[in-house]
């Protein structure tokens, strides 16, 4: 997967923004783990498919095909890929608000 260019990662941050924790550690991947918790309690699971499909470019009928484990793989490296931790700096330093 590579990276995306800077106006569909800014697009990817503003599906994810709501669901990204407040509270920010070093680690990355606890990082998307609480972005993946929070979308589960948020019940906005649109969100969850909309991001990996942004990111992956599979349409929604490849993404449903697939199972639920590679589905979050996919999302996991994805938002790994795009450095989301760095991604949601960036958007803070911008002043960037989706809300």
């Known amino acids: ?7 569909k990662a800014l697009e990817l941050h ?11 550690g070093d680690d990355s991947l606890e990082f998307i783990g609480k972005i993946i918790k929070n979308i ?10 909309d991001a990996v499909m942004l990111m992956t470019e599979l349409d929604f009928s490849e993404i449903t095909q697939m199972s639920s484990e590679d589905v979050l793989e996919l999302f996991t490296e994805g938002l790994a890929t ?18």
Do not use: W
């Open 1 to 7: 997967m590579k990276p995306l260019p800077l106006d």
């Open 14 to 24: 503003g599906i994810l923004s709501i669901h990204i924790p407040d509270e920010i």
């Open 40 to 49: 589960r309690e948020s019940e906005k699971h649109k969100d969850y498919v």
């Open 82 to 99: 795009n450095k989301i931790l760095s991604l949601n700096e960036f958007c803070k330093r911008l002043g960037i608000n989706y809300a």
